[in-house]
């Protein structure tokens, strides 16, 4: 990857910035030694790269709309035929009731396996495919299994898919993930975004380990906090049937299947290769830059959720189609600032100083009706 010349707002000059996975190191004015960020950060000294301390005291806000609604109109002027990605993915369906099944089986040959390795196999094969199937959650939270004309299969197939996950959330997720594509980065409506205690508490290395593990904690208490909404029948049908589900498993294989389960979940959307796409997805990185892709191979596992960009601009087309979006329209998304390594996300997220859970754009944004 190379470097780019990329404007800083509120700058005379340009500044020199990289790609994520690059490192660059130079020479400041005063002739200390620099080292760029890989992930895309800017020059800071070399001794205070590792620093204790985030060098953020507060979340970015911006007063602009977001950048996908422009980019959409543009694209979709441009390239008329875009909108024939946007339907249903018809192997979806049958790609992760395969997933299901695997789970389910994995909970008969774990019943009688000593409990270092339920754990190990939780997180070296459970977690993954839990994780993965999290995503075809989120995949199918847009109606893309069965169409925008059956919006109750696709809560129903969602349900079903959350089976394997142990706890449930899916209907949940569909119903505040709506509110993160309306208003990203909104106030008090997007609730992807830490709140001002996460920010200012997790805010050296150590720490921010912490706030990585807790990660699936955070994601289910956030909304209750940050914007609370009334529980619908199909959350309660969601919760009963996963119970159900669960005290069937332990029924027939006992305890091990169900911990095998639910310590896979959390362990693969805390510290773990494809965790890194939480924190790839929307954290500036670079300043300006708010959504994040990843074009890399563990895209295969997860429905293609680094093309975090395309999938912003045109929310309604399948995973599987949005590699086709930015073949379509490559000048949209070539020149922008991706990802090449969620691993590298991690570690970066972790040990710059400028970033933690403040590194987000906020903006103040005014709630619409419900279309």
């Not at 890194?276 to 890399?296: R, V």
């Amino acid at each position: 990857m190379r470097c780019t010349p990329v404007p800083t707002p509120n700058a005379n000059n340009a500044a020199r910035v990289c790609v994520p996975g690059e490192r660059f190191v130079g020479i400041d004015a005063e002739g200390r030694d620099l080292a760029f960020s890989g992930s895309g950060g800017p020059y800071l000294p070399r001794a205070h790269k590792m620093g204790n301390c985030v060098i953020r005291d507060d979340f970015e806000w911006v007063y602009t709309d977001q950048p996908h609604t422009q980019r959409r109109r543009e694209i979709l002027a441009k390239y008329p035929e875009v909108k024939r990605l946007m339907t249903h993915d018809p192997q979806l369906k049958w790609t992760v009731t395969t997933m299901v099944m695997v789970q389910i089986l994995a909970c008969f040959l774990v019943q009688d396996l000593p409990w270092k390795w339920v754990i190990f196999w939780a997180y070296a094969f459970g977690g993954c495919i839990n994780h993965s199937l999290t995503l075809a959650i989120h995949d199918i939270s847009h109606n893309v299994a069965f169409g925008n004309k059956s919006v109750r299969w696709n809560r129903f197939f969602g349900i079903f898919v959350n089976l394997p996950v142990g706890v449930p959330y899916s209907v949940s997720f569909k119903k505040y993930h709506i509110d993160h594509h309306r208003y990203l980065g909104g106030e008090g409506l997007d609730v992807d975004v830490p709140t001002e205690f996460e920010g200012w508490f997790f805010c050296t290395p150590a720490r921010k380990i912490v706030w990585l593990f807790l990660q699936p904690l955070l994601y289910a208490l956030r909304p209750l906090y940050v914007n609370p909404k009334p529980v619908s029948g199909m959350e309660i049908a969601n919760v009963v049937v996963q119970i159900i589900f669960d005290l069937t498993i332990c029924g027939l294989w006992g305890v091990k299947p169900i911990v095998y389960l639910i310590a896979g979940s959390l362990l693969c959307m805390g510290i773990h290769p494809i965790s890194g796409h939480f924190i790839a997805e929307h954290y500036m990185f670079l300043k300006g830059y708010e959504t994040y892709s990843y074009y890399g191979p563990l895209n295969r596992i997860t429905f293609n959720v680094g093309y975090h960009m395309e999938h912003h601009d045109f929310p309604s087309i399948p995973g599987s189609r949005l590699p086709l979006v930015r073949k379509i329209a490559p000048e949209y998304y070539n020149n922008l600032p991706h990802h090449t390594s969620w691993v590298k996300v991690l570690f970066d997220f972790v040990f710059d100083p400028t970033m933690g859970p403040y590194a987000r754009v906020k903006r103040i944004s005014k709630p619409m009706k419900a279309e």
